[in-house]
């Protein structure tokens, strides 16, 4: 099997010169849509912009394959962050970047160019391969929205793999932490700050007061947490009762993180009261996290299939979230994978060419595994 890497990267170009920052995949979506029919697969949109609000609809597109050999699906996103729009790449010393005024938009072209790519090369090979099922969200970069609204039933594969993980092809994500947002409201009394001071109770002291009571930043080995944002307060002669602070938790551990969230929750509440105000906390999970090892089944098939491909395999915790925790928590389990991407997020980023051609050989790798076994 030999990647064709003309055209892997002509497709890819032609992805990222489609603008598709979150919220408008609307000019994207098609172009898939109209891509996968092209190249033999079903395509289905789920109906969920109503639902997101989105630009568009999630796609799963599906190659069938041997109904004896275990489906599986690969997915990545389709939404880039900004600035994505009019996207120039550009080939030099083996990567291809943006012109350095964009994002290159890897993030997460480069998963589709590779599932591309390999279905191309499946068929041109006559490769024996089970069902392959390809999801392709909407709104992965604003909060995992299109996942978060997809229905996992439609799928045939009991397990996946997620690609879009930065650095160099190998790494094979085996946690990911669940994440707990906090909105905080810190009531004081006001009153004039000189003439009776002593009538208020100041929101500001009461959040001090209780910030510094409480355990932030890294916790244990699996949990963090941070104070992120607040706001308060209308002039210096007044005794400020209102204060906003947004908080955030994240563990690998569900009884760490729960444990966490609860620590912050009690210490808010229970500051402002001895203080004589009050506190009201709100706690989101924002989604769930996930944890493997390396017996996991589909761990290992990640690490056989890379290899069979020749490439050297490791396990890697992830401090963010992707689809991937999405699809855990939906009980499809689904690993997150390095597919060669680097600086995203910025007008730096870029793709290493011969990452990107050891990617497809890896996803080639894994539909060989999974055949065979
Ligand atoms: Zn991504």
């Known amino acids: 099997m ?3 890497q003309e055209r892997l990267i002509a497709q890819f170009i032609e992805l990222v010169q489609i603008d ?21 697969l079903t395509v ?42 009019n996207i120039q790449p550009i080939i030099k010393d083996g990567a291809i970047y943006s012109d350095g005024t964009t994002i290159l938009g890897a993030d997460d072209k480069a998963g589709i160019a590779i599932m591309i790519e390999l279905i191309q090369l499946l068929k041109e090979e006559n490769i024996k391969h089970g069902t392959l099922e ?5 709104g992965e970069e604003s909060g995992l929205v299109g996942a978060k609204a ?6 045939q594969s009991p397990f996946g793999f997620v690609l879009d993980t930065g650095g160099p092809v ?26 009776a001071p002593e009538k208020g109770v100041s929101a500001v002291q009461i959040a001090s007061n209780a910030i510094h009571q409480m355990k932030l930043g890294r916790i244990d080995d699996m949990t963090t947490a941070n104070i992120g944002f607040i706001s308060g307060g209308t002039a210096t ?36 009261k001895e203080m004589g105000g009050s506190a009201e906390v709100i706690i989101k999970k924002m989604y769930d996290g996930y944890l493997f090892d390396a017996e996991t089944p589909v761990v290992k098939m990640a690490a056989e299939g890379m290899k069979q491909a020749g490439i050297a395999s490791h396990l890697q915790k992830s401090g963010g979230g992707s689809d991937a925790n999405i699809f ?12 060669g991407y680097q600086e995203i997020h910025t007008v730096k980023e870029y793709m290493p060419i011969a990452e990107f051609v050891k990617a497809v050989e890896m996803a080639f790798g894994i539909v060989s595994v999974i055949a065979a076994s």
Do not use: W
């Open 2 to 4: 030999k990647v064709n």
């Open 20 to 40: 598709s920052e979150t919220r408008n995949e609307g000019k994207i979506q098609p172009y898939l849509k109209e891509r996968f029919t092209a190249l033999g």
């Open 44 to 85: 289905e949109e789920d109906h969920t912009m109503g639902e997101t609000g989105y630009g568009a609809n999630n796609l799963l597109c599906t190659l069938a394959g041997d109904a004896d050999m275990t489906p599986i699906f690969f997915s990545s996103h389709m939404d880039t962050v900004v600035p994505g729009v």
């Open 134 to 138: 390809f999801v392709i969200t909407v």
């Open 150 to 155: 997809f229905d996992v039933n439609s799928l």
């Open 170 to 195: 190998g790494a094979i994500t085996i946690g990911s932490p669940t994440q707990y947002h906090l909105d905080v409201m810190i009531n004081g009394v006001t009153a004039h700050a000189g003439v």
């Open 237 to 272: 002669n007044i005794v400020m009762d209102r204060l906003e602070i947004v908080a955030e938790a994240r563990s690998l551990s569900p009884e760490s993180g729960a444990a966490q969230v609860k620590h912050m929750e009690e210490t808010f509440i229970r500051v402002a």
């Open 328 to 339: 855990n928590g939906k009980g499809k389990p689904t690993t997150n994978l390095s597919v």
